[in-house]
């Protein structure tokens, strides 16, 4: 059981548009942490997708988006392309745990 | 290149130890927290803990805590994760990723050691 809540699976054909909620809780997202989103492939490491909620580092396609409101983020990929089939995870910092949460992944598939 | 390379991982008897490090390069390592996150087979990212640039903090999962201990040497660019008692579900892919604040995302990872329990 995660600290942070994802749908385990998402899909949507190719150009559409699918978004990935995170459901934290006050000692967490709702206290104030920032939300960061990774995406990993079979096989490979996870990589930064989304760091402080809404950025996106360097060479991140702008098709990938995030947002955060109350004990809840969401991260959208808009114009769906096959090579986004992938995991997807969230974390943020939960004080009354003094460490990190990750939430337990979302697959997404492109139908 | 901004690089961290795992190592130390393999086979191990429950109730053994293993040493894990964590080696980096291209970056000034005594500026960043280093994380460890695992992976059983299978299922998702699970923290593990985390060790400030300069090693004055350190916290652990409850899963862990007791029986791992992270440590860093700024001397020689390496964090270490010193796992005793291990249990056949501590097996797993372990990363190391750099943060540069405690609040901030993991923004590079090495490539994973495997740990594997069993007798």
């Known amino acids: 059981q995660s600290v942070l809540t994802q749908p385990p699976s998402v899909s949507g054909a190719p150009g559409q548009r699918v978004t990935i909620s995170c459901t934290g809780s006050?000692?967490?997202?709702?206290?104030?942490?920032?939300v960061h989103w990774y995406q990993q492939f079979p096989g490979a490491a996870p990589k930064l997708l989304i760091f402080?909620?809404?950025n996106r580092p360097s060479g991140v396609p702008d098709r990938f988006s995030g947002s955060k409101s109350g004990t809840s983020a969401s991260l959208a990929i808009t114009g769906l392309q096959a090579e986004d089939e992938a995991d997807y995870y969230c974390?943020?910092?939960?004080?009354?745990?003094?460490?990190?949460?990750f939430g337990g992944g979302t697959k997404v598939t492109v139908l | 290149q901004v690089q961290l390379v795992e190592s130390g991982g393999g086979v191990v008897q429950p109730g053994r130890s293993l040493r894990l490090s964590c080696a980096a390069s291209?970056?000034?390592?005594?500026?960043?927290?280093i994380h460890w996150v695992r992976q059983a087979p299978g299922k998702g990212l699970e923290w593990v803990a985390v060790i400030w640039y300069d090693g004055s903090n350190k916290y652990y999962a409850d899963s862990v805590r007791g029986r791992f201990t992270i440590s860093r040497d700024n001397s020689k660019n390496t964090l270490f994760l010193q796992m005793s008692s291990l249990r056949a579900e501590d097996t797993a892919v372990y990363y190391c990723?750099?943060?540069?604040?405690?609040?901030?995302?993991?923004?590079?990872w090495g490539q994973g050691t495997t740990v594997t329990v069993s007798s």
């Open positions: 006050s000692s967490n997202i709702g206290a104030g942490s920032d």
């Open positions: 291209g970056f000034t390592f005594s500026a960043y927290g």
């Open positions: 402080t909620n809404i």
């Open positions: 990723a750099r943060v540069l604040c405690p609040n901030c995302g993991l923004d590079v």
């Open positions: 974390q943020s910092y939960d004080s009354s745990l003094s460490g990190s949460v």
